[in-house]
């Protein structure tokens, strides 16, 4: 093997599959990054065994070469290194040649580095999917609806489902569900087109779904995403990105979300966050990160929290609307402010049935996406 490629599209290419090496591997192979090079161009490949991300440099883009061939052929480098090396060499052409067992030497301008590469021969094969259904879905949605979910899973590996979100496809409905058992996250949205696809009890990891998030474009490019029985395949321009789908069955959430309510409040999203942030301050203090809601007299709301140690704060916030019964409840302001933090909306409209009975959240500029907090029994 024997090339030279621009330095830009090389380090692109391996900020993206680095993603999929993990530092906790016992098999040597899997710290590596495989490199395949032939006349088309070159393909880096890394993988976990739970994901594997694949990135492809063609030889020209718009006209200008990006990488010239010489000689092709494959080895696997050690990542760790091989990562940070790239990104500090001088120039912006590397050269790239393989010798006898393995051994890789890169130049660029005056650095020569020599590396001990491994045999690619030991790199595990990609997963194997059936293409038959392929879902097509804007990338900037894809990462809204990771980003209005992913905060609500579980963090404990003693319930590995819970680590994930629930997909589940029908009647063209895409929705996304997380769930820690404490709180609640789901988020829908209308795939045009999606009429013959349909799948349900597809959960895939919050953490992988993080790493997903960051590869996606920010501009509105489709992402094509395909289930396979146990793998799920997204093809996100040149990049393909694979990961397994957890093992389990998702607990049913229908049943937790309340459909009448004895107390609903409209409340401006921006000043609830900050007035939470505040009472948070003192709730983190006392390590419980308890604050308490309740209505007053005039139609708007108390916000509190208070400290043994430090004291207590206090504040009253208008309510755009209020209707129902009034109420006195208490919560996990991180949990709230969690929510807070990725709603869109001006204004949220809040909804209880009861002291002890789930919160509810909803945007009111939109029916998509729903949270919901359960509540902390306090004894005063």
Request: charged share 25%; aromatic share 6%; net charge negative.
């Amino acid at each position: 093997m024997k090339i030279s490629i621009l330095k830009s599209y090389l380090n692109e290419s391996i900020q993206h599959v680095s993603k999929a090496i993990s530092s906790r591997t016992t098999i040597p192979i899997l710290t590596g990054i495989k490199f395949d090079v032939n006349y088309q161009g070159v393909t880096l490949t890394a993988s976990d065994t739970d994901i594997s991300i694949q990135s492809f440099i063609p030889l020209e883009e718009d006209g200008k070469t990006i990488v010239s061939v010489e000689q092709a052929g494959s080895v696997v480098l050690p990542a760790k290194f091989f990562v940070e090396i790239i990104k500090k060499l001088p120039s912006q052409e590397v050269h790239m040649e393989v010798k006898d067992n393995f051994n890789t030497f890169i130049s660029a301008g005056a650095t020569e580095i020599q590396l001990v590469g491994l045999d690619p021969e030991e790199f595990p094969v990609l997963p194997s999917i059936e293409e038959n259904q392929t879902l097509s879905i804007p990338g900037d949605l894809l990462k809204n609806m990771i980003k209005q979910t992913v905060f609500s899973i579980s963090t404990h590996e003693t319930t590995p489902i819970l680590t994930g979100v629930l997909w589940s496809l029908n009647d063209n409905e895409f929705k996304f569900v997380a769930t820690d058992r404490h709180r609640l996250a789901t988020r829908s949205a209308h795939i045009e087109g999606a009429d013959e696809i349909k799948f349900h009890n597809i959960v895939i990891s919050g953490k992988t779904l993080n790493e997903l998030s960051k590869i996606i474009p920010d501009q509105n490019s489709l992402v094509d995403i395909v289930v396979a029985d146990n793998q799920v395949l997204f093809k996100i321009d040149r990049v393909l990105f694979y990961t397994r789908i957890l093992d389990g069955t998702y607990p049913d959430t229908s049943r937790i979300i309340p459909s009448s309510y004895k107390t609903e409040l409209i409340l401006e999203t921006k000043k609830l966050s900050e007035s939470i942030d505040r009472a948070y301050l003192l709730s983190r203090e006392e390590k419980t990160n308890i604050v308490r809601m309740q209505t007053l007299d005039n139609g708007d709301i108390e916000i509190s929290s208070s400290s043994s140690e430090l004291g207590k704060v206090r504040e009253e916030l208008q309510v755009k609307d209020f209707k129902g019964e009034p109420l006195k409840i208490s919560f996990n302001s991180k949990y709230m402010l969690d929510v807070l933090k990725v709603v869109e909306s001006e204004e949220l409209m809040i909804s209880f049935t009861g002291v002890m009975s789930p919160i509810i959240l909803k945007p009111t500029d939109n029916s998509s996406s729903q949270y919901v907090i359960l509540p902390y029994r306090t004894t005063n």
